[in-house]
Nanobody, 123 residues
Framework: QVQLVESGGGLVQAGGSLRLSCTAS????????MGWFRQAPGKDREFVAA????????NYEDFVQGRSTISRDNAKNTLYLQMNSLTPEDTAVYFCAADSLRQSIILRTYQYWGQGTQVTVSS
């Protein structure tokens, strides 16, 4: 079983950037499809981006397409989400997730979840 810990959240002004990290322990992430989700206050958790096991394929939700990049460093057992041009609508708790059972990055089902990191964007 893999354990996931997110970091890198914080308070940033609109237009700014943040890079979130998700460090895994317990298992190597090379066998896991990984993704980022977020949950804003009073809203359901929503998909942000996903990346294949090798890092060769990525999938983004429309609201981050073109201003965010998901990446992974399997040697460091770490997943990243670089977010640019942030807006107050990006304010949410961001979660990373991992799944070893399914390969398709289109799927939204994941086995393991981190505890989340808060991102707050001020206007």
């Amino acid at each position: 079983q893999v354990q996931l810990v997110e970091s890198g959240g914080g308070l940033v002004q609109a237009g700014g950037s943040l890079r979130l990290s998700c460090t895994a322990s317990g298992r190597t992430i090379t066998m896991y499809r990984m993704g980022w989700f977020r949950q804003a206050p009073g809203k359901d958790r929503e998909f942000v981006a996903a990346i294949s096991r090798s890092g060769g394929l990525a999938n983004y939700e429309d609201f981050v397409q073109g201003r965010s990049t998901i990446s992974r460093d399997n040697a460091k057992n770490t997943l990243y989400l670089q977010m640019n041009s942030l807006t107050p609508e990006d304010t949410a708790v961001y979660f990373c997730a991992a799944d070893s059972l399914r390969q398709s990055i289109i799927l939204r089902t994941y086995q393991y979840w981190g505890q989340g990191t808060q991102v707050t964007v001020s206007s």
